[in-house]
């Protein structure tokens, strides 16, 4: 009998695979972390940069951290196109890897639009699951341009991406103490922990379980989509040693 091997992987699936090979430790600040790469054109290159520091340092990205790819350098099985350059950041589901490495049944749920008002979260405004799509959810809700990440950063108001993911009650303690590890260790992008049986942002949690909402990594992309520069991302792209990546302060 012929078995097909060209069944479509929902993103679901691709996001237990990366969370299963992250190796990432906030104690020891070492490990592989799961990163979107985005491809702009090199003339664009200091607009962008100046995009992604104002993003990054403002807090509404996961890290401040990024790798700067040039022409010809590979990342995963992707090799920079001349006249082209890399930028890898590290994407949120790499806190739904650390948890599920300290043994923690995490479940990422949703992506989408969670609007701001004076600097905090109200509500998901438009939401797609990862079970649902084979698209990453937040590169199809930034290509419906319903972002404001900029606006957001003047005047903390309007509307950025982030994900949601739920665990178990019973382990609440471990889970806030692992999201207080990574915050030690600049992972800035931990949005709103809900209480056990309560809706998170008006998103329903299951029953016995908390909601956790993360900035989307994908949000410096969106802000540099937001000032007309062309900008290709794969979200969810591949794997790096954290120790490749440097302070987007420290990129020339």
Do not use: W
């Amino acid at each position: 009998m012929h078995k097909n091997n060209s069944n479509i992987q929902f993103t679901s699936s691709k996001i237990e695979d990366l969370m299963f090979k992250t190796t990432f430790d906030p104690n020891t600040g070492k490990g592989d972390v799961i990163v979107n790469v985005s491809f702009i054109d090199e003339k664009s290159r200091d607009e962008v940069f100046n995009i992604f520091k104002m993003v990054l340092t403002s807090g509404l990205s996961v890290t401040p951290y990024v790798k700067i790819l040039n022409q010809g350098d590979l990342i995963g099985e992707t090799v920079i196109e001349k006249g082209k350059i890399g930028i890898a950041t590290v994407c949120s589901i790499t806190i739904d890897g650390v948890l599920l490495k300290a043994g923690i049944p995490i479940k990422p749920k949703l992506g989408g639009i969670v609007q701001i008002r004076d600097g905090k979260p109200v509500r998901f405004t438009d939401v797609l699951t990862y079970a649902s799509t084979t698209i990453d959810p937040l590169e199809v809700l930034m290509s419906q341009k319903l972002t404001s990440i900029t606006h957001v950063i003047r005047t903390s108001n309007g509307n950025i991406l982030a994900n949601l993911r739920e665990g178990p009650m019973a382990a609440r303690d471990d889970i806030e103490h692992i999201l207080s590890d990574l915050v030690d260790v600049g992972f800035s992008g931990i949005l709103e922990v809900s209480e056990p049986n309560t809706s998170i942002l008006d998103v329903p949690v299951e029953r016995d379980h908390l909601g956790i909402v993360v900035i989307g990594g994908t949000n410096p992309m969106a802000a540099v989509q937001e000032s007309g520069i062309s900008i290709h991302t794969n979200a969810m792209s591949t794997l790096i040693d954290i120790s490749e990546l440097i302070h987007i302060d420290e990129v020339a």
